[in-house]
């Protein structure tokens, strides 16, 4: 048998008609950047996280980077992220002008150590910006009392968690702003790149869909020296067929997730840890082994598709060299990334192929 990591057919074949309609009324429509589909989109995904504002881009990097600009955050301060995270975390306060902090996550929840932030930060740090990795959300009430304590500044990175919450209340509600990705693989994917800033600063949305807009406020009247980001129209619409969806299709992923929980015994084999305050949508389930790639050969071997979330941490990357980290410097990252395994996770994937993935990692000695 054999089960890919991840296939968008299932979920592509159901929403087929929906999709090519959404198509058809964009090309008829012949309005293609900044109309009444991103107006759509906005409206009904700001209303879906539970916020009063959403402004689209091009892209989940400029989702967390326009707000880090539009907040005054640049040259000169620092922004605290995680130490495992996917790079366009860092990216985002690189491209805004500020200095990137690292703070090592929780061995277990893989999320930012509430315990660490403290420590990392000095009369420069104006910002946190926690990410909901893999799905799941960070232990959020000590995040927000740190950045109160410190009047920091607090963007989320929700590119992985669309829909997650924390005791209850939906991520993205808790800090300043947040940015979602809207690449292909998310929870909910556009069919090529996009993104979302959402907050419930009005003066904020404003200002970023104007940095997004070349930092137009209204047609060649230029405020700001801005970007160009914007959500397109026919990305709009195919995540607008999809959004209503997107509920029931996270539940699908809780279904897979219970059956992974429940079924993986191999005393090799780490199983991701759920806090009680967490309700994860589980963009990525990541399992750690420390013998991580022979298990990965192995189940290449037997037809069962993997990805490595991520196998070199940020700080021992080419593009952050400068900061001059080496080796052991981020131990907790490197143990991450040197034994973390993505196993299969997507909508429609079968009972019979959850069970062969279940069966051989179960086999693996």
Not at 150 to 175: M, P, S
Not at 203 to 216: C, D, M, R
Request: charged residues 25%.
């Amino acid at each position: 048998m054999n089960v890919p990591f991840v296939t968008f057919r299932p979920m592509e074949k159901e929403l087929d008609k929906e999709l090519r309609a959404a198509f058809e009324e964009v090309y008829q429509a012949s309005w293609y950047i900044e109309g009444k589909q991103d107006e759509k989109f906005e409206k009904a995904f700001a209303e879906y996280c539970g916020v009063n504002y959403c402004v689209g881009v091009g892209n989940g990097l400029d989702a967390l980077m326009l707000p880090l600009k539009a907040m005054g955050i640049g040259a000169g301060d620092e922004v605290i992220v995680p130490s495992n995270t996917y790079i366009a975390t860092a990216l985002a306060v690189t491209y805004a002008g500020a200095q990137v902090v690292f703070v090592e996550p929780d061995i277990k929840t893989y999320n930012i150590d509430p315990t660490k932030i403290e420590a990392a930060i000095t009369d420069k740090t104006k910002a946190i910006m926690p990410v909901h990795l893999y799905g799941q959300a960070c232990d959020m009430d000590p995040i927000m009392e740190i950045a109160k304590k410190y009047n920091l500044k607090v963007i989320e990175d929700c590119a992985q968690a669309h829909g997650a919450t924390y005791k209850g209340r939906k991520i993205g509600t808790f800090g300043d702003a947040c940015g979602y990705s809207f690449y292909p693989g998310k929870n909910l994917g556009a069919l090529g790149d996009a993104g979302a800033f959402t907050t419930n600063d009005e003066e904020l949305a404003k200002k970023v869909k104007a940095i997004a807009n070349y930092g137009s406020d209204y047609k060649y009247h230029h405020v700001y020296q801005g970007n160009n980001s914007r959500l397109d129209e026919l990305q709009a619409a195919f995540l607008s067929a999809k959004l209503p969806h997107l509920d029931r299709m996270n539940a699908f992923r809780r279904e897979v997730a219970k059956k992974y929980m429940e079924g993986i015994k191999n005393p090799l084999v780490t199983l991701p840890y759920v806090p009680d305050y967490a309700t994860p949508v589980w963009h990525i389930f990541a399992i750690r082994c420390d013998r991580r790639d022979e298990l990965q050969a192995y189940l290449k071997e037997n037809g069962i598709g993997t990805n490595n979330h991520y196998p070199i941490p940020m700080h021992l990357q080419g593009a952050y060299a400068d900061l001059g980290f080496k080796k052991g410097d981020f131990p907790i990252a490197e143990e991450i990334s040197n034994t973390q395994i993505s196993i299969p996770m997507y909508y429609g994937i079968t009972d019979e192929e959850i069970n062969y993935v279940i069966d051989k990692i179960n086999e693996f000695k």
